[in-house]
């Protein structure tokens, strides 16, 4: 089954089983005095299903393709996006009814327009917001096959955090750097033996941003490249890797290393720069 219709019918049959049990408890066992009050003669006795029925469908399917499927998108917002485009689908549909019925019939209670509105938008809002977390969770593949394969042990994996995003609902530009700056840390410590980041400042870095990032592409992979050894500096390639692995950024970096006694540049151990050349570009080495 494709990916996209797999999506829908999950969505689908998610909010439609959500709603039903929702929608009975409510109208079964909270408001069933409420409604029988205020109705009085209004309520057939007994229910058409028939029209209920209609009524499931109808608003499952537009719940599913205005307000799900474009949470579940990518940078479509999540679970959060979902219960507040939920919220405002549920009270439009509802609104249709009760202010309609309030205006063309004699007798309408309007002191229950109010309750059926907010119920109408909590129902929508819980529904869209379960349903998109729900698919999210089936759909989801397991962390490591999410991840780029590793090339080296030097690769770096980073969660992305909701922090992370700008007003667009993107990685912000500033915090690719941030992802680089913290895997070329472990990048020294793991391979030159450098723990101290006081060891080495950075001269230059160039950064290409080749895509955009989400907080659906849960996380990226910074993997790193000598490019060239110099005498007291080193040249890194790094990329940035989401899902699948997909190039979301290019940098390259210079790190000049330092004595830390006299804050001088130093030169590179024979040690560190065969530990450079066996990471080496290709075709640099």
Same mark, same amino acid.
């Given at each position: 089954?494709? /990916? ?13 089983? +959500? ?20 109705? /009085?003669? !209004?309520? *057939? ?14 608003? @499952? ?5 205005? @307000?799900?499927?474009?949470?579940? =998108? ?7 996006? $979902? ?6 689908? /549920? ?10 019925? !309030? ?36 759909? %989801?593949?397991? %962390? ?15 969660? !992305?955090?909701?922090?992370? +995003?700008? =007003? ?34 950075? *001269? ?20 790193? $490249? @000598? ?14 890797? $989401? ?7 290019? =940098? %390259?970096?210079? @790190? ?6 006299? /804050? ?10 065969? %530990?450079? $050349? ?8």
């Amino acid at each position: 089954m494709a /990916g996209p219709l797999r999506t829908r019918l999950l969505a689908f049959g998610v909010a439609a089983v +959500l709603l039903t049990l929702l929608d009975l408890v409510w109208l079964g066992y909270i408001a069933a005095d409420l409604y029988r009050r205020e109705l /009085g003669v !209004l309520l *057939a006795d007994p229910p058409r299903p028939g029209a209920a029925v209609a009524f499931y469908l109808l608003f @499952v399917a537009g719940l599913v393709h205005f @307000v799900v499927l474009p949470a579940l =998108a990518r940078g479509g917002g999540g679970v959060r996006r $979902a219960v507040g485009s939920g919220a405002f689908f /549920g009270l439009v549909a509802y609104a249709t009814w009760d202010l309609t019925n !309030l205006a063309v019939l004699d007798g309408f209670p309007a002191s229950l327009v109010p309750v059926d509105l907010a119920w109408g938008a909590a129902l929508a809002a819980s529904v869209s917001g379960l349903t998109t977390l729900v698919v999210r969770r089936l759909e %989801r593949p397991p %962390r490591e096959a999410a991840r780029p394969a590793r090339e080296s042990a030097a690769d770096v994996w980073f969660d !992305l955090r909701f922090r992370d +995003l700008d =007003a667009f609902g993107h990685v912000y530009h500033a915090e690719y750097l941030t992802f680089l700056d913290e895997a070329r840390t472990g990048w020294f410590r793991r391979v030159l033996e450098l723990d101290d980041p006081g060891s080495y400042v950075v *001269a230059r870095v160039e950064i290409d941003y080749r895509s955009s990032l989400a907080l659906d592409d849960e996380g990226v992979t910074v993997r790193h $490249a @000598v490019e060239r050894t110099g005498r007291t500096s080193l040249t890194l390639r790094e990329t940035m890797l $989401a899902r699948g692995g997909r190039t979301v950024a290019q =940098a %390259r970096v210079v @790190v000049v290393l330092r004595d830390r006694a006299t /804050g001088e540049p130093r030169a590179l151990t024979e040690q560190e720069r065969e %530990r450079c $050349a066996s990471h080496a570009v290709a075709g640099t080495a």
